[in-house]
């Protein structure tokens, strides 16, 4: 699960055995990335996808997502869906304001996906967004990692922020100027859509850097950026010739694109080929702040500062893949090992196991 190893550098199980149900969100009892920043005197933020539990409790229980929302596991400034939702008009749904969905979904009716924040004056502790948010979803996000950027610079603090775009999870919708950009090259619905949900992004990822720039963050700022996995089959997606896609084990459905921006460390371009994995961020940071990893739990990841130093070309142990083939923590698994060292990195086994 990409979110969970995400924070916590594992892969939400205490154990190989594939027969014993394992519950999505988040549990409390996990170490995350925010908690281990906060050691050192960093704020933690994210702005945008959540999907590791519900935020608070349903009338008629919690039984597929227990309540788990980014506060409750350290983070001091949030605001974040509990999904996936749209990439524009997002939380229309919330408003029955179904016309407001445009490009090749209009006419849909789309469930209700708000984003949530801390709040002060509700029994919950929480609330969502009172009003719609017109445009794309990305532009979004970063006007409120904007704000928080600015906040930080006043305070002069250092600080964590995660920002999980929705883009490009379905339903993708483009907005201008890139919608009127790909209609007229001729493109598809579907495809100027897709292409379109994903420049705004790309627009989004430069804002970014320059808000770094612009608040004096950039040259001590480690700037990450990757994806979960590969395109979903039937979308215009692309995994530029690997075979296969999203909930598959060969390269096109685990292999994408990974990019660090570290001006204070890296001072020249580099590409480099050895496999990195998200259960790797913790371990990575943990190092990088000079703390010790728990030892009170498994650690699927490892640190890859000499990586990022360029001290090493290679990970001392392998990336471990599972799938569940039936969606139901039981059943049908494929499961590959993603290894780099010399005698093994010519060879990936895919494996079947049914229990």
């Given at each position: 699960?990409?979110?969970?190893?995400?924070?916590?550098?594992?892969?939400?199980?205490?154990?190989?055995?594939?027969?014993?149900?394992?519950?999505?969100?988040?549990?409390?009892?996990?170490?995350?990335?925010?908690?281990?920043?906060?050691?050192?005197?960093?704020?933690?933020?994210?702005?945008?996808?959540?999907h590791?539990?519900?935020?608070?409790?349903?009338?008629?229980?919690?039984?597929?997502?227990?309540?788990?929302?980014?506060?409750?596991?350290?983070?001091?400034?949030?605001?974040?869906?509990?999904?996936?939702?749209?990439?524009a008009?997002?939380?229309?749904?919330?408003?029955?304001?179904?016309?407001?969905?445009?490009?090749?979904y209009?006419?849909?009716?789309?469930?209700?996906?708000?984003?949530?924040?801390?709040?002060?004056?509700?029994?919950?502790?929480?609330?969502?967004?009172?009003?719609?948010?017109?445009?794309?979803?990305?532009?979004?996000?970063?006007?409120?990692?904007?704000?928080?950027?600015?906040?930080?610079?006043?305070?002069?603090?250092?600080?964590?922020?995660?920002?999980?775009f929705?883009?490009?999870?379905?339903?993708?919708?483009?907005?201008?100027?890139?919608?009127?950009?790909y209609?007229?090259?001729?493109?598809?619905?579907?495809?100027?859509?897709?292409?379109?949900?994903?420049?705004?992004?790309?627009?989004?990822?430069?804002?970014?850097?320059?808000?770094?720039?612009?608040?004096?963050?950039?040259?001590?700022?480690?700037?990450?950026?990757?994806?979960?996995?590969?395109?979903?089959?039937?979308?215009?997606?692309?995994?530029n010739?690997?075979?296969?896609?999203?909930?598959?084990?060969?390269?096109?459905?685990?292999?994408?694109p990974?990019?660090?921006?570290?001006?204070?460390?890296?001072?020249?371009?580099?590409?480099?080929?050895?496999p990195?994995v998200?259960?790797?961020?913790?371990?990575?940071?943990?190092?990088?702040?000079?703390?010790?990893?728990?030892?009170?739990?498994?650690?699927?990841?490892?640190?890859?500062?000499?990586?990022?130093?360029?001290?090493?070309?290679?990970?001392?142990?392998?990336?471990g893949?599972?799938?569940?083939?039936?969606?139901?923590?039981?059943?049908?698994?494929?499961?590959?090992?993603?290894?780099?060292?010399?005698?093994?990195r010519?060879?990936?086994?895919?494996?079947?196991?049914?229990?």
């Amino acid at each position: 699960h990409n979110r969970y190893c995400v924070w916590t550098a594992n892969a939400g199980s205490n154990t190989p055995d594939f027969s014993i149900p394992e519950p999505m969100p988040l549990p409390l009892s996990e170490f995350t990335i925010a908690q281990a920043v906060k050691k050192k005197g960093y704020a933690p933020a994210l702005v945008g996808k959540w999907h590791l539990g519900d935020f608070k409790k349903l009338p008629g229980g919690n039984p597929k997502w227990p309540v788990s929302n980014p506060g409750s596991h350290g983070f001091d400034f949030w605001l974040a869906t509990e999904r996936s939702a749209p990439t524009a008009t997002l939380n229309c749904g919330c408003f029955n304001q179904s016309s407001c969905i445009k490009g090749h979904y209009a006419g849909e009716e789309f469930a209700c996906n708000n984003y949530w924040h801390p709040g002060a004056n509700t029994q919950s502790g929480i609330q969502n967004i009172s009003k719609p948010e017109s445009g794309d979803d990305s532009t979004f996000m970063v006007d409120q990692l904007e704000s928080f950027l600015r906040d930080a610079s006043m305070a002069n603090l250092r600080f964590l922020a995660y920002v999980p775009f929705h883009t490009v999870h379905i339903p993708y919708i483009a907005t201008e100027p890139y919608l009127s950009y790909y209609k007229k090259k001729g493109y598809s619905a579907d495809e100027i859509d897709y292409y379109g949900a994903i420049s705004a992004m790309d627009a989004q990822v430069g804002r970014i850097r320059s808000l770094l720039d612009k608040f004096a963050f950039k040259e001590n700022t480690l700037l990450w950026f990757a994806s979960d996995n590969g395109p979903k089959k039937g979308t215009p997606g692309s995994t530029n010739g690997l075979s296969g896609f999203k909930t598959q084990l060969t390269e096109g459905g685990i292999r994408v694109p990974g990019i660090i921006e570290w001006p204070a460390m890296i001072k020249r371009n580099r590409v480099v080929t050895t496999p990195v994995v998200s259960s790797d961020f913790l371990p990575t940071i943990m190092d990088i702040l000079d703390l010790k990893m728990p030892d009170d739990r498994p650690v699927d990841g490892l640190s890859v500062l000499p990586l990022i130093k360029g001290e090493t070309k290679e990970r001392s142990h392998p990336i471990g893949f599972a799938y569940n083939v039936m969606g139901n923590f039981s059943g049908a698994y494929n499961v590959s090992w993603v290894d780099n060292r010399v005698r093994r990195r010519r060879y990936k086994g895919i494996y079947f196991i049914w229990v």
